[in-house]
C-alpha cells in the first residue's frame, strides 16, 4: 500500500529523518510513537508530500511520489489526513467542509456528497451539526468533522498526526472511539498518537522514532511488554 | 455690530462670486465628478493588478517573485506625481487615449503596489494549516487559494483596502499635473476668476472631508457586515 525507502529529510541544516524504511500494508493500523522532535510528524507528512523529502522515496500503491509530482493531487485523494489542529475551513459549515472536495475533484453532484456527508456524519456520531460552523463545535466535535471530512474521499489510507493532542482530555475518547471503529472497518491508518493505551490496543503494528529513525517497531504486544531497544525502553518508562 | 455685519457681507460675497455668479458651483460639481471617476477605476484597476502581484510574490517562482518585488519597490519609492507624469508622458505619449483612462491607469499601478502588500499580508495571516488540509484532500494550489484561503484573507484585507481607497481618492487631487479637471482644477480655476484669496480651497477641503467621511462610514457599515459571519 505505502512503501518507504530510505526517506532522509532536512530543514536547512537541521536532519529530521536519517533513513527512514518501512512498508505499510492494505488494512494495517500502524501506530508512530516517539519522544517529541523525532520526527514522527515529519514522517507521516512525507507520505502525501506536505513536507517533499530530501531523498528516498515515497510509493503508493506502486507509484512514486516524487517521480509524479505533476499527479500529486489525485494522489492525495487516495490519502485522508487529519491534522492535530483540526484544520476544519471557518468560513464554511460543516456540511460544506465535507462535500467541498468531492463535489469538485470527484465530479459529485451536490446531492450525493450531502447524503454521503449525512452518512459520514453519522458514522462519527455528529447527526444535527450540519449546519453550523466550525467555530461553534468542541475540539471532540472539530476532529471528528475532520475525520469525516477526510473519508468523503473514500481514501485507500488514512493519516492521524496527533489527532487527540490539542484536545480537552474528557474529549480524547469520543475522537479515538471513532478511529477505532474505522480500524474496525479495515481501514489502512497511519497514526502518530501519544495515546498509548489506544496504540496497544487498536495498533497492528508500532513503529518507536527517535532521532530521525525508526529505533525499533514490533506488535504492540511486544513492544510495549518486551522493549529490545534502550531507547524504547527509557522512553516507555516515562509514558507509562 | 457693524464688525459682524461687515463679515456675514464679506462672506455672502465670497459664497456668491466662487460658487453662485456665472453658475460657478458646476465646476466643483464637474471636478467632484471627475475625481470621484478616478478614484473608482484607478481602485479597480488596482486592485486587480494588487492581487496578481500579490499572488506573483507569493509563488515560488523566482523570476515572478523579483518582479513583483521590484514593481513594489519602484511604486513606493517614487513620489506618484512623477509616476503620473513619466506615464502621461512617455508611455502613453503616442497613443490616443483619453487623459482620463491614462490617469486611472497611473493611479490603478500606484495604488496596486500598496494593494499588493496588503493582499499579500492577508493571505499569509491564514493559518497554515489551511493550505495544507485542502491541499491534503486533493485540492490543486489554485483551487485551495480560491475556495480556502482568498476567501478568509478578504477578511484580513478590507480594512486596509477602505484606508487604500481613501488614499487614493485624495491623491486624485493631482491630476491637474496632465490637463485634467478634477476638484482640486475646479479651486484653481474659480480662484483664476475670482481672485479669492482662500475660499475655492476651503470649498474643496469640505468636499474632500465629507466624501472620506462617507466612505469610512460606508467602510465600516461592510466590516460589520463580515464580522456578522462569524
Known amino acids: 500500500m505505502i512503501k518507504v525507502v530510505d526517506l532522509y529529510k532536512s530543514f536547512g541544516s537541521l536532519e529530521v529523518l536519517k533513513g527512514i524504511n518501512n512498508e505499510i ?32 522515496e515515497v510509493y503508493i500503491d506502486g507509484v512514486s511520489l516524487t517521480e509524479h509530482k505533476k499527479d500529486i493531487n489525485k494522489l492525495r485523494q487516495k490519502v485522508g489526513m487529519v491534522f492535530q489542529q483540526f484544520n476544519l475551513f471557518p468560513h464554511m459549515t460543516v456540511m460544506e467542509n465535507i462535500t467541498l472536495a468531492p463535489v469538485k475533484l470527484k465530479g459529485m453532484s451536490k446531492e450525493q456528497a450531502m447524503e454521503k456527508a449525512v452518512a459520514l456524519l453519522r458514522k462519527v456520531g455528529l447527526t444535527d451539526k450540519d449546519n453550523e460552523y466550525p467555530n461553534k463545535l468542541s475540539g471532540g466535535q472539530k476532529q471528528r468533522v475532520a475525520i469525516a471530512r477526510a473519508l468523503a474521499m473514500d481514501p485507500e489510507v488514512m493519516l492521524f498526526d496527533e489527532p487527540t493532542s490539542a484536545l480537552d482530555p474528557e474529549m480524547v475518547g469520543e475522537v479515538l472511539n471513532v478511529m477505532k471503529q474505522l480500524a474496525n472497518d479495515g481501514m489502512t491508518m497511519v497514526v502518530v498518537t501519544h495515546e498509548m493505551g489506544f496504540a496497544r490496543e487498536v495498533g497492528d503494528r508500532i513503529l518507536f522514532m527517535d532521532e530521525g529513525i525508526i529505533a525499533e517497531e514490533n506488535t504492540p504486544e511486544e513492544l510495549f511488554s518486551n522493549p529490545k531497544n534502550e531507547r524504547t525502553q527509557s522512553f516507555l518508562s516515562k509514558v507509562l | 455690530m457693524t ?3 461687515n463679515i456675514i457681507i464679506e462672506l455672502s460675497d465670497e459664497i456668491y462670486f466662487n460658487l453662485i455668479k456665472e453658475e460657478r458651483y458646476m465646476a466643483f460639481v464637474k471636478g467632484l465628478g471627475l475625481s470621484l471617476q478616478l478614484t473608482l477605476f484607478a481602485a479597480v484597476i488596482g486592485g486587480i493588478i494588487g492581487l496578481f502581484i500579490a499572488l506573483a510574490r507569493l509563488t515560488h517562482n523566482k523570476t515572478l517573485n523579483y518582479i513583483a518585488t521590484k514593481y513594489i519597490d519602484i511604486i513606493r519609492g517614487t513620489p506618484v506625481v512623477v509616476q503620473l507624469l513619466i506615464i502621461y508622458f512617455a508611455v502613453f505619449s503616442s497613443t490616443s487615449l483619453p487623459r482620463t483612462t491614462v490617469a486611472s491607469i497611473a493611479f490603478g499601478i500606484n495604488s496596486g503596489a500598496y494593494v499588493a502588500e496588503l493582499i499579500r499580508a492577508g493571505i499569509q495571516a491564514v493559518d497554515k494549516g489551511q493550505m495544507e488540509a485542502a491541499r491534503s484532500l486533493g485540492l490543486s494550489y489554485s483551487q485551495a487559494m480560491y475556495y480556502i484561503i482568498i476567501p478568509q484573507a478578504i477578511k484580513n484585507i478590507l480594512p486596509g483596502m477602505g484606508n487604500e481607497v481613501i488614499t487614493l481618492w485624495k491623491e486624485t487631487a493631482i491630476a491637474g499635473f496632465i490637463g485634467l479637471d478634477d476638484l482640486m482644477r475646479a479651486a484653481d480655476v474659480v480662484r483664476g476668476r475670482t481672485f479669492s484669496n482662500y475660499t475655492p480651497y476651503l470649498v474643496i477641503a469640505i468636499i474632500y472631508f465629507y466624501i472620506t467621511v462617507l466612505m469610512t462610514m460606508m467602510l465600516g457599515k461592510l466590516e460589520r457586515r463580515m464580522r456578522k459571519s462569524d
Open chain 1, 25 to 56: 500494508r492494505k488494512g494495517e493500523v500502524v501506530c508512530v510513537i516517539g519522544p517529541s522532535g523525532s520526527g514522527k510528524s515529519t514522517f507521516l507528512r512525507c507520505l502525501n508530500l506536505l513536507e517533499e523529502p530530501t531523498s528516498g
Open chain 2, 3 to 5: 464688525e459682524i455685519m
